[in-house]
């Protein structure tokens, strides 16, 4: 068992972390689930991800769709990685399912692009679009980011909730817009400091060239605590 | 409960609800048994075509499964039980969900109720063995005996369906779950004719067929936009 690993910090405390070892002996990847609502920025965040990341990690992609492959499709247009690279996970109608109270699939799919493509470093886990409560369970992910958007109302870090509160990282995204809608970015990150007491949160704008620049550190760092 | 709960002591009643429960964490909700494509086809539109449903599933695909559980649960070999539950199954969409279904009950079951049983069979179906027949295995490494494993079959054959169809049609949950309970009797009796014939041998297994539900699961499997993997 690897020790000093990212973890998530909920209040509840340590449980055991989730195997870390294949059946074969050698380190898994670690695996980053990413949440949020439907439109901030998920897949767009994953996308410029694997952009900054591919020259120096193996990586992977498992998407979780509500009722299409238009995520997995969107990735493979923009021929961010290799098709092989990237699954897609379909969540009867339920996404907080398959990422929370059954992780069945997306632990299948996990373990397939290991198997067919690995070894890897990383695998980014999307969740599908869904609300404030969703969060990924550590059965499934290391680490876990919430994705919000300035768009979708300055008062959500201050609303709070699992996504928000808990996440190892909260990325405000979109702040491009803010003059636009009306949002207070300044009071958006005073609220997340509220909410959040040592956790880290970064604003991003992907439409500038390198945007994703501060969640890609983060990732590096996560990743550099998995292997030490 | 079932025999071996009867013998071992072990896997009573309450380790039968554990593994029944749809909750049971091994990827049954992204699966609709059918419905979906039913809805789709205006088959199914409301409680009543739902009823129907559920009971031309159940003594199809429900009584085949429950059977292919049972005869696992009693022991009988895995690898045979998959390979006649292959015979069963016309339908390579079916096949394959049944495999991946198999596969997820697996890795649940081998957290939940490890045992060399289940080992030995993930080893030798690492892609997944036929959903029934790794519910069979995994109800006897819980100490569960062949009726449970049956009943699990049968009950979850008609429990999918009214389970996609309150999300796909928005049914009132009461009366959709009232379908269920209507439809015991029916189950009861699926599973008595279950492990009536797996006590009897392999050659003995039903192969009732549900042609229809075959057909429609290979054009949902090429549906460009769905709720359901199945």
């Known amino acids: 068992m690897h020790l000093g690993h990212p973890h998530m910090p909920t209040e509840a405390g340590g449980d055991a972390p989730a195997r870390t070892v294949r059946p074969e002996g050698t380190r898994r990847a670690l695996r980053i689930g990413l949440g949020g609502p439907v439109g901030s920025g998920k897949t767009a965040t994953v996308a410029a991800l694997c952009r900054a990341l591919r020259a120096r990690l193996s990586l992977a992609v498992v998407t979780n769709d509500i009722y299409t492959r238009e995520d997995a499709e969107f990735l493979l247009r923009e021929a961010v990685l290799p098709p092989e690279r990237i699954k897609a996970v379909e969540t009867g109608a339920c996404p907080h399912t398959a990422i929370r109270d059954d992780i069945s699939a997306n632990l299948e799919a996990v373990e397939d692009l290991e198997d067919a493509v690995g070894p890897l470093d990383l695998i980014l886990v999307e969740s599908g679009g869904d609300n404030l409560t969703a969060t990924f369970s550590r059965g499934l992910v290391d680490a876990q980011i919430f994705v919000i958007d300035v768009a979708g109302g300055d008062d959500i870090p201050r609303k709070g909730g699992p996504g928000v509160t808990n996440a190892d990282l909260l990325v405000i995204n979109k702040t491009d817009l803010a003059p636009y809608v009306g949002s207070d970015l300044d009071r958006m990150a005073r609220d997340a400091r509220e909410r959040r007491g040592t956790l880290p949160s970064v604003m991003t704008s992907l439409k500038e060239a390198d945007g994703v620049a501060p969640v890609a550190r983060w990732v590096t760092d996560q990743l550099a605590a998995w292997v030490a | ?230």
């Open chain 2, 1 to 230: 409960m079932g025999r071996a709960s009867d013998q071992c002591g072990a896997g009573g009643r309450a380790t039968l609800l554990v593994l029944a429960d749809g909750r049971f964490p091994a990827g049954g909700h992204a699966h609709s048994g059918g419905v979906e494509a039913a809805v789709r086809a205006g088959r199914v539109d409301g409680v009543a075509t739902l009823a129907l449903f559920c009971r031309g599933r159940l003594q199809t695909a429900g009584l085949v499964a429950a059977a292919l559980a049972a005869a696992a649960a009693a022991g009988t070999d895995p690898l045979e039980l998959d390979a006649l539950a292959d015979a069963r199954t016309p339908s390579p969409a079916l096949r394959a969900t049944a495999r991946r279904l198999g596969r997820q009950v697996m890795r649940a079951a081998r957290v939940i109720w490890p045992g060399g049983e289940l080992d030995r069979l993930a080893a030798l179906r690492p892609r997944g063995a036929h959903h029934p027949v790794v519910l069979g295995v995994a109800a006897r490494s819980a100490g569960l005996g062949d009726e449970d494993a049956a009943y699990c079959c049968a009950y979850e054959a008609a429990q999918g369906p009214v389970t996609a169809a309150v999300r796909l049609l928005g049914l009132d949950p009461f009366e959709a779950t009232a379908v269920l309970a209507r439809l015991a009797p029916e189950i009861d009796r699926v599973v008595a004719d279950a492990v009536r014939a797996a006590h009897t041998g392999t050659e003995a297994l039903p192969a009732a067929s549900a042609p229809l539900l075959d057909i429609t699961a290979e054009a949902h499997a090429a549906w460009p936009v769905r709720l359901f993997t199945s």
